[in-house]
Nanobody, 126 residues
C-alpha cells in the first residue's frame, strides 16, 4: 500500500514562507502524479498544485500561482509557499496517483487521487 508522510507545516505571519515535504513509499510505478491539496474548516478540499513526474509538468490553482512552487526529487514532493496569506490557512495534504490519464494529474480534483497522506497544518496569521 502506498504510504505518504508529510512534514513542514506550522504557523507563520502573513507574508512569510513555509516549505512542505511529502515522502512517498511502497509505490509500484515511476509513472506518478504527485499533488498537494488543502482543506480549510467548513470548506471542501481543493487542489493546490501537482506535478507529473515523467515530464515535470505542473498545475497550480489560480489562488496560488506566482506564490507557490511544487517540485519533486526522487520519492519526495515539495511545496514552497511564499507571500502567505491568512486565506492559505488550511490542512495541507499530499496525494499521488499513477499516470495522467485524461489529464487527471492537472484537474485539481481530489477524487482523481487515490492515495493520501495524513495532512499537515498550515496557519497564517495577519
Amino acid at each position: 500500500q502506498v504510504q505518504l508522510v508529510e512534514s513542514g507545516g506550522g504557523s507563520v505571519q502573513a507574508g512569510g514562507s513555509l516549505r512542505l515535504s511529502c515522502a512517498a513509499s511502497q509505490y509500484t510505478s515511476s509513472d506518478l502524479c504527485m499533488g498537494w491539496f488543502r482543506q480549510a474548516p467548513g470548506k471542501e478540499r481543493e487542489g493546490v498544485a501537482s506535478i507529473y513526474t515523467r515530464r515535470g509538468s505542473t498545475y497550480y490553482a489560480d489562488s496560488v500561482k506566482g506564490r507557490f512552487t511544487i517540485s519533486q526529487d526522487k520519492n519526495t514532493v515539495y511545496l514552497e509557499m511564499s507571500a502567505l496569506k491568512p486565506a492559505d490557512t488550511a490542512m495541507y495534504y499530499c496525494a499521488i496517483r499513477y499516470g495522467n490519464w485524461g489529464s487527471s494529474c492537472f484537474s485539481g480534483r481530489p477524487t482523481d487521487f487515490p492515495y493520501w497522506g495524513q495532512g499537515t497544518q498550515v496557519t497564517v496569521s495577519s
